[in-house]
Nanobody, 115 residues
Framework: QVQLVESGGGLVQPGGSLRLSCAAS????????MAWYRQAPGKTRELVATITRRESTDYEDSVKGRFTISRDNSKNTVYLQMNSLKPEDTAVYYCRGIVAGRIYWGQGTQVTVSS
């Protein structure tokens, strides 16, 4: 069973930055395709950014140029660097991993952008 644990969320002012981390258990992390999703109150969960096992990345349009997804396979960790944060970025952020056809989710971390 793979476990994903997110951290790094919190309260930040508009224009500020946060870096989220997602640590994975197990020894096959380098084979995982990883992603960050978010879910705002009253809305459906949406895909924010993806990074494949070959480190190809993609982003949802509203975060392009502001967010950066990366991974460190030596630490079994994927990151989401979030800059120029806006109130509409407020949500619970979830880490998702896919390996060998199985999907795993973290428990989520709250990001609140407010003055």
């Amino acid at each position: 069973q793979v476990q994903l644990v997110e951290s790094g969320g919190g309260l930040v002012q508009p224009g500020g930055s946060l870096r989220l981390s997602c640590a994975a258990s197990g020894s096959m992390f380098s084979f995982y395709d990883m992603a960050w999703y978010r879910q705002a109150p009253g809305k459906t969960r949406e895909l924010v950014a993806t990074i494949t096992r070959r480190e190809s990345t993609d982003y949802e349009d509203s975060v392009k140029g502001r967010f950066t997804i990366s991974r460190d396979n030596s630490k079994n960790t994927v990151y989401l660097q979030m800059n120029s944060l806006k109130p509409e970025d407020t949500a619970v952020y979830y880490c998702r991993g896919i390996v060998a056809g199985r999907i795993y989710w973290g428990q989520g971390t709250q990001v609140t952008v407010s003055s």
